[in-house]
């Protein structure tokens, strides 16, 4: 039993003693502690030794006191397992130097067999289940379709996307041959998360924003919605399509347990759209963890009060930044915890 | 008299004929015409020579059909003006070796004399005016202050403007100082503008999307309208703020003429927060010129139905991209012309 399950009391939208809080990239740069680990292992080294991934996911949990422990790996391992080459470059970005571009590409590119191709993250997880040994919830998880189209077309970081939305809107039927392939194995790759001992899983739409509404719906959240469907019986799961407030309605719908959001909407506007009857997790700016510490401490009360008690999981609106000083992270989490409904 | 002032009848509310259409960036890089004046003349000088600076806001006119000439010009040649280096480096961006980073480095910045250090954007306003021949209305336009101080602070483009973000959350006094300075050089610049005769000016806020609902107000909306209040009772002025849909009405309620909005809101729930007493500007994806021909003009009908007559100029939801093909921008602004509401 675990000790300590707040997030998933509040995913069911149970009435708890206090609002819970973890953030997303948690294990990351702005730690000295993994910045000590980076300095000697490769990106992928890192993800693919369950000793090493497991290390890096508990470091926040010791260090910065957060309510749930979140895998430790990178949302571009599915098109690497789907066959394409992916480079992680230290503070460059994703580079995949043979992106998809056409019907004699998408040759290239396989539903795998996930235990073969991606059982390192299962270990990891069954790993990092037994040293947390129950003290908190472990979050897997994994890129909408969408967004891990907009890198393997795409073939790096882009503020655009365009190269990926013009091969949607060219050749839609390879676009929604290609979705389909990366949805069928995010499911069995989310399915033997669970299995390995996830807790919860989130799918992280990072360019779900750059959509119309429309395009939302076509090209990413019927995705969504089939990945949703697949393992929702078995574990709560979040969606956070970052940006795409538009569609909170539809994702809502989806029978996910909670909905991540940015700080680009006012929460009480987020809880119009997405209805009572589903957990809202952020959303509170990154960047304004570089503020001073009481106004740090002000603004998160703040944040707080905007969604009121329950139905409520604290995080930023987008990962941690790496400049970010520790004990402004900690003071964010602090704030939440200490934090009394009067 | 305009022969073509479809754009200003449709920012007064009035009933016309057809929607008006203009397309941001349509004077850059899509253009063989723009970019053989680029291949011989650097950035500043294109902008700060009249002659250039005028032959090319016309080219779209000419080439395209557009119903308004938009000045060619940067954002940038505000901090410019007012003291601070500004490199722009073509396919890579703004430089600005210098940025403002404490008090100190305030000091190096100032309100300046526009005519002085802006002349040659008025010099090249009356050409244009003259070479129109009042065939369409000049649009003017400069950098929000917001948009201007990520600039100036971060020095560079940026995915997120988080030093941008630090330097007012670290320092507010500092930062509101330097927006008002910059509010201040933008009135009297605009001033300048409609002196030396556009007919409509926008501000463009492109990173106010990068802010909550409450620093948008009080980073940059509240300096908005400062502007707006200054120049509308001389000539209409449209707030185009990328991605800040959850401020239309505070936006509207500035005494703007028009707002533009991204692709990424339905024009139905823009014009709901927006209030009917406005003109709406939008929407199209940029990267939605890339489909065939016969996609464009598909989703074009669907927009201009989305909107309605009245009170809409067709346009997209940011600038041009370069890779669009000249006949893909020519069907976007032929279709909207030729469009008849039955």
Not at 80 to 88: D, I, N
Not at 96 to 120: F, H, M, N, Q, W
Not at 135 to 149: C, E, S
Request: proline share 6%; glycine share 8%; with cysteine.
């Amino acid at each position: 039993m675990l000790q300590n399950d707040l997030i998933l009391r509040t995913l069911r939208g149970e009435k708890t003693e206090r609002t819970p809080v973890w953030m997303m990239r948690q294990a990351g740069r702005y730690l000295p502690e993994y910045i000590a680990i980076r300095n000697k292992y490769g990106f992928f080294e890192r993800c693919q030794t369950p000793a090493l991934a497991c290390e890096i996911t508990i470091q926040p949990v010791d260090i910065v006191g957060v309510d749930a422990a979140i895998l430790f790996s990178d949302i571009l391992v599915v098109p690497q397992a789907m066959g394409l080459e992916v480079q992680l470059k230290e503070n460059i970005g994703p580079l995949l130097p043979d992106p998809i571009k056409s019907i004699a590409d998408l040759a290239r590119v396989r539903v795998p067999d996930v235990d073969e191709t991606l059982g390192y993250v299962f270990d990891a997880i069954k790993l990092i289940k037994q040293e947390l040994n129950n003290r908190v919830p472990l979050i897997g998880f994994a890129g909408a379709p969408w967004t891990l189209l907009c890198y393997m077309v795409q073939g790096k970081g882009s503020k655009t996307f365009d190269e990926a939305k013009a091969f949607c809107f060219t050749q839609p039927e390879l676009a929604h041959q290609l979705l389909q392939m990366i949805t069928d194995t995010t499911i069995a790759y989310l399915k033997g998360q669970i299995k390995a001992g996830a807790d919860v899983l989130q799918i992280f739409d990072s360019w779900g924003g750059l959509l119309s509404p429309a395009d939302f719906e076509l090209l990413s959240l019927q995705y969504i919605r089939q990945i949703v469907a697949a393992i929702k019986d078995d574990v709560p799961t979040i969606i956070f399509a970052k940006g795409a407030w538009h569609s909170l309605d539809a994702m809502a719908a989806t029978g996910a347990a909670g909905l991540g959001i940015d700080w680009c909407i006012k929460p009480e506007m987020a809880r119009q759209f997405a209805g009572k009857d589903i957990t809202l997790q952020g959303n509170f700016d990154p960047a304004k963890l570089l503020s001073p510490i009481p106004v740090i401490e002000k603004e998160v009360k703040t944040m707080l009060q905007a969604f009121g008690p329950g139905r409520h999981i604290a995080n930023l609106g987008h990962g941690i930044l790496p400049n970010v000083p520790v004990d402004h992270a900690r003071a964010f989490v602090n704030t939440v915890k200490e934090y009394q409904w009067s």
